[in-house]
């Protein structure tokens, strides 16, 4: 069924912003972007999402590998435990040392579904042949995996938000919003881009990859 994602500022990345505008997405693909009322009047059986804030393209996770293999995602069942942050370092290092595939594929599961919550539609790989559980769990989450060439461990603990990297939304987002184009969403329920920089709060409310909401905050 063909939707409608509106929102009161449309940033594709390399064209100009839409207020109070729309992305048309027909199975995976972009149909039609532009403002609303034109986009609602070329769709009119459409299926319309409102959401608040800005609609951007899915963002890339240039840290994926780690945020999956030097991180545990606890369950929200350990939260007492463990709390709800991903452990990285030693405290990572001693859960490591006795988790069973288990345990492990549990984790890379919870991982991949919170970079999603963050806005991510695309990770940064490759997951290659030396760990095929890995590589099956990526490509059953469906997130698009750029080909990168192999990077060194970085210093400090690995972020979900891929805009803590420091990037802005054009370095940030997966690819730009065009017609015919994969589609690839996330939505912020902030005012502007700039508050989707800083320290600030920046609540993915949506994000949509391939044309599926796979996340939704409630």
Do not use: K, N
């Not at 005012?191 to 609540?203: F, K, S, T």
């Amino acid at each position: 069924m063909l939707t409608i994602h509106a929102a009161p500022l449309v940033l594709p990345v390399g064209a100009a912003a839409v207020a109070d505008g729309a992305v048309a997405v027909d199975g995976d693909r972009i149909a039609a972007l532009g403002p609303y009322e034109e986009v609602v009047a070329a769709y009119p059986a459409a299926r319309i999402r409102r959401w608040p804030g800005l609609l951007t393209p899915g963002l890339r996770q240039d840290r994926a590998r780690e945020l999956l293999t030097r991180c545990y995602h606890p369950d929200p069942r350990e939260a007492e435990e463990l709390g709800g942050l991903p452990l990285w370092g030693e405290d990572f290092e001693r859960l490591a040392a006795t988790m069973d595939a288990t345990r492990r594929a549990g984790s890379v599961r919870r991982g991949l579904q919170r970079m999603l919550r963050h806005g991510t539609t695309q990770v940064a790989g490759p997951f290659g042949a030396d760990d095929p559980a890995l590589r099956t769990a990526v490509a059953r989450s469906g997130l698009v995996v750029r080909a990168a060439p192999p990077v060194p461990v970085r210093d400090g603990v690995p972020d979900l938000d891929p805009f803590a990297a420091g990037g802005d939304l054009a370095r940030t987002a997966h690819g730009p919003l065009t017609v015919g184009g994969r589609a690839d969403l996330a939505v912020f329920d902030v005012p502007d881009e700039a508050a989707l920089y800083g320290g600030g709060p920046r609540p993915c409310v949506a994000t949509v990859l391939a044309g599926r909401l796979v996340h939704r905050e409630r």
